[in-house]
């Protein structure tokens, strides 16, 4: 039975509306109704002959980006047909979408722009901040925020502008596989200016032609976007993505007591990760305290990675923060995080190793391929953004010590892998057991089986981190919670079944294992107390089954009270 509702809007005024919008599949009652017979042609097609109908027109579109244009523009238009599609071509789709094609498409902004999305808060624009959120959220029930100031988009850096399509990209996510109400989400950018030279030389460029506002400033500006948020929608999921390695931490640390906050660089790449090595490590009959791990990119998303590694170690193994921490050997441009190297970030001061193991060397700055040879890594994580960064040399070395290597290389967008899963397939002679941040097609094993990369990707994971916190209605997203989720996913996972299975679920199952991941994380909310419903754990899971926003067009009845 399709829902029904009672829609205050009329003619082109519903048209227009991508929420309401059916296009064709408006009933004849309702083309009465709404004003819509002669705005319409004669015949109704169902929401199949619509799908049918726009993938062959998608199919007509030349390149990925191209695609990626129609696909907004019909995002823009009608909702239910854009994610009916999306789901039905749910692994084909995905990359146009969001990650690798995203890429590309924000790098664009400027120059692809058609229409507005979603909300711009602009530096310049600072003291009518208010105004400017209650002008689009105002009426409006919003559960979920998703916002970026886009410093680190993916891995291709500073975006302006443009980070507002990583904001929707991600909030479509959230719909799509989290089965959150698109109407109820909001993107939004922070425009704090750029300091991408090609993006400040471009006179298209249409974000604030300014470099990046910092420090006091910026602090400010973004306090006062939370407070807003906190003000106007206390219950929301606060959403961060892509912000710079110097603001991503500090904002998460700064709020998350105060709002169910959540950085997906951080703490989701930590889930997904650890979700994929408890899978592993599941293949090597191994612990994670048995690990020797190498983070080689050690900003965001290789610190965030780190945490969550060392803290479910901590509590899986029963060892100590500093055992566990003595686990992780963290690189970055400059070589190993050692006690000497010079403006360490202090959140990285744990994981520093000390100089006296590393004496024997005759460079002070300790490369990939020495840590390797010297510590004999079990695994080896990417999250640099420095494509070819894990070189024959060192797989051929770390393959030569260790049975099964586990190597993720995890940046984003595809081109920018640190090693591409064939060549590391290869070069271990089909012993290593991989994952990618982006789809990657299979590998071929010796024996002449094809090996399934996993993708390791937050998206596989932070639509159930935010629907499990949300449904519970949290303050707070804890940490808990999160191991929780990552715990669900891991035991989803089909190397279980045989260890020659790719090491997480398939994208396509995306829907299904974001629920059972939400299921987790609400029932971990309810049994800890984070939770703000009054729900007994053994509910949790039918009372998740009532919240999911499938789309489906309901059935309009005109009333001049009904929503719009
Ligand atoms: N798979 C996923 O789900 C996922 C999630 C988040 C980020 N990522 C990817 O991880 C990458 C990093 O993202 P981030 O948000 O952490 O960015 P970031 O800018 O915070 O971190 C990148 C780090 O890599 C370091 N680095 C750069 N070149 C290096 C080199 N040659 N050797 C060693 N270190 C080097 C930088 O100094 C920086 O500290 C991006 O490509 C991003 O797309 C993937
Ligand atoms: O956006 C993605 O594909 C994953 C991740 O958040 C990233 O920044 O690369
Ligand atoms: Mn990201």
Redesign the pocket.
């Known amino acids: 039975m399709s829902p029904k509702f009672q829609v205050a809007l009329r003619g082109d005024a519903i048209l227009t509306n991508p929420r309401f919008n059916k296009g064709t599949a408006f009933t004849e009652q309702e083309r009465r109704d709404f004003g819509l017979t002669g705005r319409l042609p004669y015949r109704v097609n169902s929401l199949n002959e619509q799908c049918q109908r726009a993938y062959d027109q998608l199919n007509t579109q030349a390149t990925d980006i191209q695609k990626n244009s129609f696909l907004q523009s019909m995002k823009e238009q009608n909702w239910v047909l854009y994610y009916t599609l999306l789901l039905r071509h749910l692994r084909e789709l995905v990359p146009i979408i969001y990650?690798p094609t995203e890429?590309e498409a924000i790098a664009k902004y400027s120059h692809l722009f058609r229409r507005s999305e979603g909300l711009y808060l602009t530096f310049a624009n600072r003291d009518s901040m208010e105004d400017d959120f209650l002008a689009i959220t105002k009426g409006k029930d919003v559960d979920l925020i998703v916002s970026s100031d886009a410093?680190?988009?993916?891995?291709?850096?500073d975006q302006g502008v443009g980070g507002i399509g990583i904001s929707s990209a991600k909030s479509v996510i959230y719909s799509l596989i989290g089965g959150i109400d698109p109407s109820k989400s909001l993107a939004v950018t922070l425009d704090v200016g750029t300091d991408n030279k090609d993006l400040l030389n471009d006179p298209l460029y249409v974000g604030l032609p300014h470099e990046r506002i910092r420090g006091q400033q910026y602090d400010e500006f973004v306090d006062k976007f939370v407070q807003l948020v906190r003000k106007h929608f206390p219950h929301s999921l606060l959403h961060f993505e892509?912000?710079?390695?110097t603001n991503?931490e500090r904002l998460l640390e700064r709020y998350r007591d105060n709002h169910a906050v959540f950085n997906?660089?951080?703490q989701?790449?930590g889930a997904?990760?650890l979700a994929c090595l408890m899978a592993a490590v599941g293949v090597t009959k191994s612990k994670l305290c048995d690990q020797r791990i190498i983070v080689?990119?050690?900003?965001?998303?290789?610190?965030?990675i780190t945490k969550q590694l060392r803290d479910a170690t901590v509590t899986a193994d029963n060892i100590s923060v500093e055992d566990a921490n003595s686990k992780f050997w963290l690189?970055?441009?400059?070589?190993l995080i050692k006690d000497s190297l010079p403006d360490v970030r202090d959140d990285l001061k744990p994981f520093a190793r000390k100089d006296s193991e590393w004496s024997d060397l005759q460079s002070s700055e300790v490369r990939?391929l020495d840590v390797v040879k010297k510590i004999k890594p079990t695994v080896l994580i990417?999250?640099?953004?420095?494509a070819g960064?894990f070189t024959k040399e060192v797989i051929e070395a770390m393959a030569a010590e260790c049975e099964r290597p586990i190597i993720?290389p995890?940046?984003?967008?595809s081109k920018?892998v640190e090693v591409h899963p064939n060549d590391a397939n290869d070069w271990t002679k089909g012993k290593a057991l991989l994952a990618?941040?982006?789809p990657f097609p299979p590998a071929k094993m010796p024996n002449g089986k094809d090996y399934v990369i996993a993708?390791?990707?937050?998206?596989?994971i932070y639509p159930g981190l935010g629907f499990g916190t949300m449904i519970s209605k949290s303050k707070r997203m804890s940490d808990t919670m999160i191991i929780a989720g990552a715990r669900r996913l891991a035991s989803l996972s089909p190397a279980l079944q045989d260890p020659d299975n790719a090491l997480l679920p398939d994208f396509g199952e995306a829907p299904d294992v974001n629920f059972e991941v939400a299921v987790a994380v609400a029932e971990q909310a309810v049994e800890e107390g984070s939770a703000g419903v009054d729900w007994k754990k053994e509910e949790v899971r039918e009372k998740a089954k009532l919240k999911v926003w499938v789309p489906l067009y309901g059935e309009f009845v005109y009333d001049e009270n009904g929503e719009k």
Do not use: Q, R
């Open positions: 990650t890429a410093e680190a988009i993916l891995g291709i850096g892509d912000y710079g390695v991503a997906d660089d951080i989701g790449t997904v990760t080689y990119g050690a900003g965001s998303a290789g610190l965030g690189i970055d441009k400059h070589g990939l990417g999250t640099s953004t420095h960064g993720f995890l940046s984003n967008p920018l990618t941040g982006s993708e390791c990707n937050n998206a596989l």
